[in-house]
Each structure stands twice: as structure tokens, then as C-alpha cells.
């Protein structure tokens, strides 16, 4: 069903209608190409949901999307390495793509982030990767720059663009490292403006658990975190803030701290049989959307034959 329909998004400000109702052909052609006929702005479902990753640098942000990949597709270091938007997803063959090809690819941006262009062209690139671990196939990463404090400068409003490409996410991850730096400035204001309109999609993970083994060095670290959370955020549950890490990496005393990575896997996959039924609603919604325009167009077009004809009855009157 999804291969043969796409959807449609209305928009403020979208153009009226260019095409007479008994112009459209309904069964020989989707929903796509009706909309575009009727001036209608269409985005189709998307078939892979999007989990953007959110943190400062060095929180392991790309170290967990390698590891459910099961690849090396994104670099990982102490240092600032990832300082764009990396969206890493499954292809036929294993390729990079840059700036505009990007925003090509993935066309349910191009209407958030057009206003950032082109500055935000140099940092937006694509790993497409052909494994075929876990669900990926049927996932996109997000991967988001590494946030710092200080005088950092990024070519293009970091937390605009996050909150932007938020709209299009389906979960949003976000990664605390042990070492202080929960404690970033930009990670705390980004996180207030994502709670503001994406409260239910975010979840919180206490990455690189191992590097703090002591049990009670660990729980200190969860509760400076709370803390900082509980004073910028206001939730109507309690927070959660889970530990996370990589076993491939982990020492051996890290075995006895609890690890919460497969979960991830399965909230993932939940989300992915929910995206089919999401779609499937937002199927009915555009068909309602444009079965409006539609019984719209057919009364203009009513008036207008009503018109014609009183002018024509009129002539031959005359």
C-alpha cells in the first residue's frame, strides 16, 4: 500500500488549486501526483523511522550507532569529530553523500531547513551502508554535532537545526557521559526547547557507564544529572536515566553494571511496527484533506456553471 500512495502535509501559504476536479484521474494515479495538481504540499511517509542522537562531543553518540550498525561508518574520538549532521542509513551499495545531495535524499527537510541554507549545506552528510544488523534497514540514524561551551563557533545555528530536524524524528536519544559534561550549557538549553514540543519521544542514557565502575560513584553521577534536568525541565513522569555502554570496550569489571543497549534494540523495533500504523492514519488523514479541496473545487465549479448560465439566459433574452 505504502509503495503505491504518499502522503500529504498541508501548509500555511500553499498555493490554490491550478486544475478543474474532472481533470484528476483517481485509480490510474497516486496520491502524490493529486496533490501536486491541486497545489497541495506533499510529503510521502516516510517507509524508515528516524532516531536522532543528541549530547556533547565525546558522549559516544557515534561509538552506539557503529555498534547497532555494525559497521565503522561514523569516526569516533576524545576530540570533536562529528561536527555536522551525519544521517546514516541502508542502501545497495555503501556511499557518502554531501551537502544538497542530502537534502535531496531525505525531502521532508528541505521545508525546515531552507531557511538555514546555505551555511547548513557544509554540514549535512549521509552514510548510506549496505549491513544488514538488527532492524537498520528500516532506520536512520541522526547523528547531531558534539555540543560544546565556550567560544566553539558552528557554521550554522546548531540548536535551530536540531529543534528543525527534531519535527522529523521519531525517537530522540540522549547520551550523558560520566565526566562532566552533562553538565554543557548548549546540551541543557537544547534539551529544554526539544522537551517543549517532543517530550514523548525523548529517552535518557547514561553512556559510557563503564569508565565509572563504582556503584556509588555511578549513582552520584545519575543524581548531578537529575538535578540539572529537574531545574530546566518540568515532566509529568519521573526521569530515567538508564546506563548505557558498549561491551566491545568495556572493561572487565564493567560485566556487573547493568546495560540497557539491547533494550534500545526493542524499543526500536516497536516503534518501527507502530511507524506501519502511523502511516496508515496519516493515509486517511490526507485522503480526508484532499477530499475537502476536492468538494470544494466541485461547488466553485457548481457556482460558476450557475453563473454562466443566468449570463447566457440573459443574452438570448436580450
Given amino acids: 500500500l505504502i509503495d503505491n500512495v504518499g502522503g500529504s502535509q498541508m501548509r500555511p501559504g500553499t498555493s490554490a488549486p491550478q486544475l478543474a476536479p474532472s481533470k484528476l484521474r483517481p485509480g490510474r494515479e497516486g496520491i502524490m501526483s493529486i496533490c501536486s495538481k491541486l497545489g497541495i504540499s506533499c510529503i510521502p511517509p516516510r517507509r524508515k523511522i528516524n532516531v536522532m542522537i543528541v549530547g556533547n562531543h565525546s558522549a559516544g553518540k557515534s561509538s552506539y550507532i557503529n555498534w547497532y550498525v555494525g559497521e565503522h561508518v561514523q569516526t ?60 537498520f534497514n528500516l532506520v536512520t540514524f541522526i547523528d547531531t554535532p558534539g555540543l560544546v561551551d565556550g567560544s566553539f563557533e558552528y557554521p550554522f545555528p546548531v540548536e535551530d537545526v536540531i529543534v528543525s530536524i527534531a519535527r522529523h524524528t521519531d525517537l530522540i536519544y540522549i547520551f550523558f557521559d560520566p565526566h562532566g559534561q552533562a553538565l554543557c550549557e548548549r546540551t541543557l538549553k537544547v534539551i529544554e526547547r526539544l522537551n517543549l514540543e517532543h517530550a514523548e519521544k525523548m529517552r535518557y542514557f547514561l553512556s559510557k557507564a563503564d569508565m565509572v565502575p563504582q556503584e556509588r560513584d ?101
Fill in 76 to 135: 569516533t574520538a576524545v576530540a570533536i569529530e562529528t561536527q555536522g549532521f551525519t544521517f546514516c542509513t541502508s542502501g545497495k551499495k555503501r556511499e557518502t553523500l554531501k551537502g544538497q545531495a542530502t537534502m535531496q535524499l531525505f525531502r521532508e527537510l528541505q521545508h525546515d531547513l531552507k531557511e538555514f541554507a546555505p551555511s547548513i549545506y557544509s554540514g549535512l552528510m549521509t552514510e548510506v551502508s549496505t549491513s544488514k544488523e538488527r532492524n
Fill in 218 to 318: 555511578r549513582q552520584k553521577v545519575v543524581v548531578q544529572i537529575t538535578q540539572n534536568l529537574s531545574s530546566r525541565i518540568r515532566n509529568k513522569h519521573a526521569f530515567e536515566l538508564p546506563s548505557l555502554y558498549i561491551p566491545d570496550k568495556a572493561s572487565a569489571a564493567a560485566s556487573k553494571i547493568d546495560n540497557i543497549l539491547e533494550t534500545t534494540c526493542e524499543e526500536m523495533e516497536a516503534t518501527i511496527n507502530q511507524n506501519v500504523q502511523n502511516n496508515l492514519d496519516k493515509l486517511e488523514a490526507d485522503c480526508r484533506s484532499i477530499g475537502a479541496v476536492i468538494d470544494r473545487l466541485v461547488d466553485e465549479d457548481g457556482a460558476k456553471r450557475k453563473g454562466n448560465r443566468k449570463r447566457a439566459a440573459y443574452g438570448y433574452s436580450l
